[in-house]
T-cell receptor
């Protein structure tokens, strides 16, 4: 089945630790995105990538890092510099490049909690 | 001014009624508009997309777009308790990125 796989679904981070959230898609989509959602809030864009080996900061990139070495993979690292990382993280992808291709599809999300 | 504005609600309607969800956006260059539904604790799922002014119907859902007024809406006919969720409006800006509103929480009461 085609889709977007995020792992792990639940993750606990200790203070000062870096953690990496995995995102893999087999939809052959060019663009991939990471969003953060806090309880009762909308989605905020962290990073996005439109092609391999290239990515851009979104609205809240501080304390996060990404890589895009393969078309199907876009991992997100939450660094110790991110002071309030507890949130629901959503990875998404889109075909991009056409008006209809801007439709984005989401993975099931990863819950990150600081302990 | 926020890029995308939605009334956070909750919007409460009785079962069988029409629910009307509204969204305004600031980027006049937006070409595509999307409505997503998100159940609590789950990821958003696409309900409808609309690209041209006017109405687009899909089953019980109708999206309405007015680019001159920078306004997009979603009507849900014959609302069901299973429609209770948060509805996110997302215009696609000039760069192709989707900018999400905060969402409107809909409660359909049996």
């Amino acid at each position: 089945d085609g889709g977007i796989t995020q792992s792990p679904k639940y993750l606990f981070r200790k203070e000062g630790q870096n953690v990496t959230l995995s995102c893999e898609q087999n939809l052959n989509h060019d663009a991939m995105y990471w969003y953060r959602q806090d309880p009762g809030q909308g989605l905020r864009l962290i990073y996005y990538s439109q092609i391999v080996n290239d990515f851009q900061k979104g609205d809240i990139a501080e304390g996060y890092s990404v890589s895009r070495e393969k078309k199907e993979s876009f991992p997100l690292t939450v660094t110790s510099a991110q002071k309030n990382p507890t949130a629901f993280y959503l990875c998404a992808s889109s075909a991009y490049g056409t008006v209809s291709g801007n439709t984005i599809y989401f993975g099931e999300g990863s819950w990150l909690t600081v302990v | 001014q926020k890029e995308v504005e939605q009334n956070s609600g909750p919007l409460s309607v009785p079962e069988g009624a029409i629910a009307s969800l509204n969204c305004t956006y600031s980027d006049r260059g937006s070409q595509s508009f999307f409505w997503y539904r998100q159940y609590s604790g789950k990821s958003p799922e696409l309900i409808m997309s609309i690209y041209s002014n006017g109405d687009k119907e899909d089953g019980r859902f109708t999206a309405q777009l007015n680019k001159a007024s920078q306004y997009v809406s979603l009507l849900i006919r014959d609302s069901q308790p299973s429609d209770s969720a948060t509805y996110l409006c997302a215009p696609s800006g000039n760069t192709g990125k989707l900018i999400f509103g905060q969402g409107t929480t809909l409660q359909v009461k049996p």
